[in-house]
């Protein structure tokens, strides 16, 4: 704690900083620990996905090329997108990854099994893995890769969300990096280091209302077996990697619910918590790249696809347009906002607050990593702020391609014919401005937060808000002219 | 047991011998946790066990010594004192857990319980009691130098190595 004035009497209330109230989903609902308890309820909730994807994937190759014609554009591009970033992620925190497909075969060999478990004695663990179970190079144990990965998948959207083929070209080479990776490094590599769309996920994922937590962390500490981590005979070694003793943000927990399965202490459990104001630290430059990177690219789409510069739109169809000059500007412009400038300017900020708050103790690099927390609910909600006409203005091809997956002319539910018709368009800028305004509002709340644990005087914590609070303010007034006009 | 001075001193005691008992088991699980991962700090902690054990066996000699053969080990110690525990639930993740930290860990947890037995040597009044929590406070404040020992010796390997 650091504090300007030594003889200053005002301080930050200390009830202020008292964690946020979560509620015991387990304890209410013993069913649904029953149900995640299941050895095979991971599988189960995946296989529906496994066979959605086999699916886009058929399309991809054997559909019609036409992207809203095709269920592989339409499902995942409008249909999942909204639902991933809308829904599953606020609510559900890192749910999708319950459910996602892409690792299932790198577990599958890992495990030699898909439901029962092993014990063993593969390195660090009490189960019985397949493969070189290698550590990960430790200069790439971050999400730099999926902060560039993501960066670069970006950069082709408008082929990735205009032509099956690359869609499934894309989905086919995380597969095959997925499984690749599980068969030489240990545990969910993939997910924790390359997977692109993890990246973001455990970025948002600390917004998410519910937690999967220890009920008492002292347990914990008591704890001989670490089975969590460790796993026993009763479930998997945490894919993830990760300690449920002092988890403390939902980042990297990916829901798999292993360690509800092997808890000696039954001592796991899923809350519900309020939106965006538990997890509030940032803790390394990748993640305050990747919160820079994703405001960034809500930015640059919602110029491209929503805004009225049509010029825009053709550099980054480079398929197309066929203007390579204008795509490799456009390419180049975008990282250079996201990786550098933007970047930049909340640097600036952040040595603003330290000059305007005088304060000289409290380290720049600490200032950055932890305001950047305002990043994280403002990016969200300017992300569903995009998202939201593309549902509205496109929801109606997910009725009439689920009667046609292929564009091959089916009719399987009579709704293949349901006209292009787009959802009360013109609500759309009365809904995106309050879903922009809740992300200034939580993106504010949480500098603010998370400024009262690094000064006491209230002075100076004001103070030290305005240059960053600015730049969200900013940054809101910049997507509300791009969305209102 | 009834409450008499003997018994007080020998619970106590019986007490510390299980805490020593269980942080040899944590500390042979984070043995486990971080062998093939990191086998320099899976030493470490392979090495603390070891010291624990050490330990454990030093206060059932004096238990030995005053009491005849301690009981056989019943429930585990309520208590979290000196309970040793990962800091950082990424670790493993971001490879963020060196000899160094593992060594921190392991002094923090000595500490903790050095200054359980000095609360409670100042808040019991009963003489026998104090006795035995003054002996445990004394026996943790050998480990603490211990691990500081090792830590400046760490500190200083690594300084060298800089230069």
């Known amino acids: ?485 | 047991m009834n409450a008499t001075p003997a018994n007080v001193g020998r619970a106590a005691l019986l007490r510390g011998i299980r805490i020593e008992a269980r942080n040899a088991g944590i500390y042979d699980s984070l043995t486990h946790l971080f062998q093939g991962y990191d086998d320099s700090v899976a030493t470490i902690f392979r090495e603390m066990a070891s010291e624990e054990r050490q330990h454990g066996a030093e206060l059932e000699r004096r238990y030995g010594e005053r009491f005849g053969p301690p009981p056989s080990p019943g429930e585990e110690p309520k208590e979290v004192i000196e309970a040793p525990d990962l800091d950082d639930p990424e670790a493993m993740i971001f490879d963020s857990m060196d000899v160094e930290q593992a060594l921190q860990l392991g002094l923090r947890a000595e500490e903790n319980a050095r200054e359980f037995y000095r609360r409670e040597t100042a808040r019991t009044s009963d003489p026998e009691l104090q006795k035995a929590y003054r002996e445990l406070g004394e026996f943790e404040e050998t480990h603490v130098r211990l691990l500081q020992e090792k830590l400046a010796e760490r500190r200083g390997a690594k300084d060298s190595a800089a230069r």
């Open chain 1, 1 to 485: 704690m650091v504090t300007a004035n030594p003889i200053a009497e005002a301080t930050v209330p200390t009830e202020a900083l008292e964690p946020p109230w979560r509620f015991n989903l387990f304890a209410r609902w013993p069913w649904l620990k029953r149900l995640v308890r299941m050895r095979s309820f991971q599988f189960l909730v995946i296989l529906p996905n496994l066979f959605m994807f086999y699916l886009f994937i058929i399309s991809a190759l054997f559909g019609t090329p036409v992207g809203n014609r095709n269920i592989i554009i339409v499902f995942v591009w409008i249909l999942w997108w909204f639902m991933l970033i809308a829904v599953l992620v606020p609510f559900g925190s890192r749910i999708w990854c319950t459910i996602c497909p892409l690792p299932f075969f790198g577990d599958w060999i890992q495990r030699r099994a898909v439901i029962r478990v092993r014990t063993g004695k593969s390195p660090g663990t009490e189960n019985s893995f397949f493969g070189l179970h290698k550590r990960w190079p430790k200069r790439l144990s971050n999400i730099w890769l999926q902060n560039f990965g993501f960066l670069f998948l970006a950069t082709f959207s408008a082929l990735l969300v205009t032509r099956p083929i690359v869609s499934a070209a894309v989905f086919g080479i995380l597969f095959l990096v997925a499984t690749v990776l599980a068969l030489v490094f240990r545990l969910r590599t993939f997910c924790n280091y390359v997977c692109p769309i993890s990246g973001f996920l455990s970025l948002y994922a600390m917004t998410a209302t519910v937690e999967l937590r220890s009920v008492d962390k002292d347990e914990c500490l008591k704890c001989k077996s670490k089975a969590c981590i460790r796993g026993s005979d009763k479930g998997w070694a945490c894919p993830w990697n990760v300690y449920m003793g002092k988890l403390d943000r939902n980042n990297y927990c990916g829901l798999c619910f292993e360690c509800v399965k092997s808890c000696p202490n039954d001592n796991i459990s899923l809350f519900v918590r309020p939106f965006a104001t538990s997890d509030v630290v940032v803790r390394g430059y990748d993640e305050v790249w990747k919160a820079c990177i994703m405001l960034v690219l809500a930015l640059t789409y919602s110029v491209m696809l929503l805004g009225p510069w049509g010029r825009f739109k053709d550099w980054a169809n480079v398929s197309e347009a066929r203007n390579w000059a204008g795509f490799g500007l456009f390419a180049a412009g975008q990282a250079l906002l996201a990786l550098v400038i933007f970047p930049g300017l909340y640097y600036v900020s952040i040595r603003l607050a330290k000059w305007y708050a005088r304060a000289d103790s409290v380290p720049t690099k600490e200032l950055f990593l932890k305001y950047a927390y305002m990043l994280v609910p403002m990016g969200l909600l300017a992300w569903i702020a995009f998202s939201v006409p593309l549902l509205m203005v496109n929801g109606a091809y997910i009725i009439s391609v689920a009667s046609d997956p292929l564009g091959w002319g089916m009719n399987l539910f009579g709704t293949a014919d349901f006209p292009w018709t787009p959802l009360r368009p013109h609500w759309v800028p009365f809904l995106q401005v309050p879903i922009l305004l809740t992300g200034l509002y939580y993106g504010l709340r949480g500098l603010h937060k998370v400024g009262r644990r690094i000064f006491t005087d209230p002075a100076q914590l004001h103070r030290s808000l305005v240059p960053p609070a600015a730049l969200l303010v900013g940054v809101t007034l910049v997507f509300l002219k791009l969305f209102i006009g």
